[in-house]
Each structure stands twice: as C-alpha cells, then as structure tokens.
C-alpha cells in the first residue's frame, strides 16, 4: 500500500554509516541534520554520504537543516553522558569551560542574570527538573529535584527565558550559509517567537530553501497564524512545547496547528518522542502507535524521529515500525478539504474538483505538473485518495515537495506544449507503475511558462 504521511529520520551517531543509511533509505523521505550537535566538516560528511547513498538507490530525498535558534544550551561535557541524581549540586557558569557531573557552561552567558533564586529550570525537553538555590551574572547553583541524562548540547527552559535575543543569532547565520553552499532543502527553525524571525531569515534565504518554523514556545503559540503565513511549513515541536505551555493541551495545539497547516496548503511535522521507548528496545510501547495514529489522523505531512534513529539501537527497525503504523492509520483516512469549501480560490477550486474527478472517476492518480511546487501542495490539502504525482523540473522543487504528503516528485524535462505536458503525465504514471494502458488519470496545471496559475483540469486515458 501506498504511504502517504511522509517520514523524516534524523542522521546520528547510530546512522552515518553508509549501510544504515541504505536500510533508512527504504522507508524515509526527509533526513535531519541537527546544526544543535557536531561541526560543519561532520554535517558537510553527512550530506556527501546521503546524497551518495541516495543516488546509487535512484530515490529521491531532500535534506533538512535544523538551526538551534535562540536557546539556552549547556556546553561541552567531559563525558557523555552525565547522570544527575536527586539532591546533586548543580552549577551553571558564564565562563567557557568543559563540564561535568556538578557544572556545565552555557552557550548564552548574559542569561544566567535572568535567572532567580526560587526558578524552575528544565533541561532535556524537561526530562530534568532543577530548583534555583543561588544566582548571580555569572554563576546560577541549582539543586536537582528530578534526575536523569544529560549531554553536550542540551537544551534549558525557564519561565523568565530571554525573548528579546536576536534571531537569526550569529551562529544561525553562519549555519544556514553552510546549508545553502551544500543545498539543503529545508531548514527548519529552532524557537521562532513571531512572523520577523520567519522574515529576517527569509531575507537570507529568499527561495532557496523551504522555511519550517518549529512552534516550541508560547509566543510562537500566540503569533501562530501570522507564523503559518510566512513560513512554507511548520513542525509541532512538542518536548520544548510541553515545557512551554501545560503538558495537558499539547494533544489540542496539535490538532490546531495542523489544521491551520492544511488550510494554507502548507506541509506540518510531528516531532519529539515518536519512539522513544525504541532508543533501547527493539518495538514500541502501545502509547507510542497510538500517538503516531492520532498524528496521522489529525492530517500531519509528516512524522520525525530525532533520538530514534539519530542515537538509538535500532534506527532503521524504528524507520520500519513508523512506516507501518503510519500506513495503517492512512487506510481509515477519508478525503476532507481542511477548510470550509465556500472559501475557496480559483486554484484551490480546481485542485479540489480534481481530486472529486479522481475519485468518481476511478482515476489512479492526480498528476500535477508544477514549476514552484505550489499546485502539488494545493491538491494535498485535500487530502486525496489517490496518489498525487508531480511532475517538476526543477531539481531542488523536487526535493522540497518530499515532505508534502501523499506526493511522488519525479523529474521531467520542460514541456513547450500542453499536448506535450500530457505526454508527459501519461508517461510518468506508466514508468512509476501507477497506472497502465487504458487506465486513466486526472492532470491538473496552469499556463505553461506562468507561475501560480493552475486553471486546467483534464482527465485522460494512459495511451
């Protein structure tokens, strides 16, 4: 059966070898960097290795760039990882140093003044909880009130957290110029707060790449429409959320965020926590394929694994699993429109008769040639049916409309006619397999040559 929901697996220490990649390659549409961990020359080795393994298998994937944003982090620990226990000092200090099991630096030193006695600090998506005993610029001593893991990088959260920081900071920048000299696809964007963060690295990026704001804090929460606006996707990152807001109305900001998502025609993801338990064990907790059935029914794009497969013992075992209940929870779907039918456009109407003529038709797919990739996305949001394949020619559009769901990009050389556009849609379902002679399909488009302009809808015979 055809997957729909699109998957997006994180690179780590547990999938860089090349055999790994090869095994994740069968069930993943999108790889992760996190620019959170590693250097450059790891990440640059990274996509080398990706894009080598990718072609030798002739599937197309993009690559996704995640920029840490705006967020306190502790520095580089002498071991990893440490165990913090109940009752342990803990120190965070100003001054760069290599931690251990008692203090770690931070990555923000003029952000330990925010802190006071009494707060309630969170670190590791608030899997440990830490009490402010004393503070000062450059030193904040804390107790440990819950205990657990923790290693270079990780993330602190706390009610007086700093949301005046410049965004991009000076290390995002230098990140997402990295990412565009190698291509990335997509870059995903750590503690967006408003519509000007989305803006100010837009103004960096311009078209390059896809910009998915990553909603993880209550500004972001707040500013949420003007956010899905300006941005082409959105991920629910929800271990930063949950600290953020009341853990109880994470499920309820999933659902809204989604269905603000489908009603722009803009691709959403699902993070934080797909599989943990899988880090270590070889199959799923039942709450697990419970929350993944749920985000495929409240109509997410897409679902990422983080830890899963980035650090954990089974990476491509969790790849697999994911695709399964994914692909199961897909076959109770039914068509919907994420909007209310009297509000659409001219391009919207189109796209969404195209997918009613699909299915009354018994068309075995809905073909949407597309230069920008917009048309492909409006179709989406209806959620068909039927496969939806678009015909793209260019390289880098391709790649981005892998994380939209239920959509099969593939290259096709420029059409200088309709009668020739056609041609190419019949043959493109014929070669993938979708459909064969005398079968039929629907190919919705625009003016050849003119951007944002789908206004055709013809239903054809495979020749």
Known sequence: MLRRTKIVCTI?????????????????????????????????????????????????????????????????????????????????????????????????????????????????????????????????????????????????????????LKYPTEEDIRHIKFGLDHSVDLIALSFVRSKEDVDNVRDIVGDSAYLIAKIETRNAVDNLHEIVDASDGVMVARGDLGVEVSIESVPELQEKIIGECMKRGKPSIVATQMLESMVSNPVPTRAEVTDISTAVKDGADALLLSDETAVGKYPARAAMVLRRIASYAERRLKERTGMHEDNLNPEEAVSRAACILATYSGAKAIVTPTQTGATARRVSMFRPSKPIVALCTDAHVMRRLCIVWGVLPVMVEQASSTDELLDKASEACARMGIAKQGEYIVVTSGTIGVRGSTNMLKIMKIS
């Open 12 to 164: 780590g220490p547990a999938s860089r070898d090349k055999k790994i990649l090869s095994k994740l390659l069968k069930y993943t549409d999108v790889f992760r960097i996190n620019f959170s961990h590693g250097t450059h020359e790891e990440h640059r080795e990274d996509i080398e290795r990706l894009r080598a393994v990718s072609a030798k298998a002739g599937k197309v994937v993009a690559v996704m760039q995640d920029i840490p944003g705006p967020k306190l982090r502790i520095g580089r620990l002498s071991q990893e990882p440490v165990i913090l226990k109940k009752g342990d000092v803990f120190r965070l200090v100003g001054k760069e140093i290599v931690g251990g099991s008692s203090e770690a630096s931070v990555n923000y030193p003029e952000m330990l003044s925010l802190m006071k006695e009494g707060d309630t600090l969170y670190l590791a998506d608030g899997l440990i909880r830490m009490k402010v005993r004393k503070s000062s610029p450059e030193i904040v001593e804390c107790i440990v009130v819950q205990g657990g893991l923790i290693s270079s990088g990780k993330g602190i959260s706390f009610s007086r957290r700093q949301t005046s």
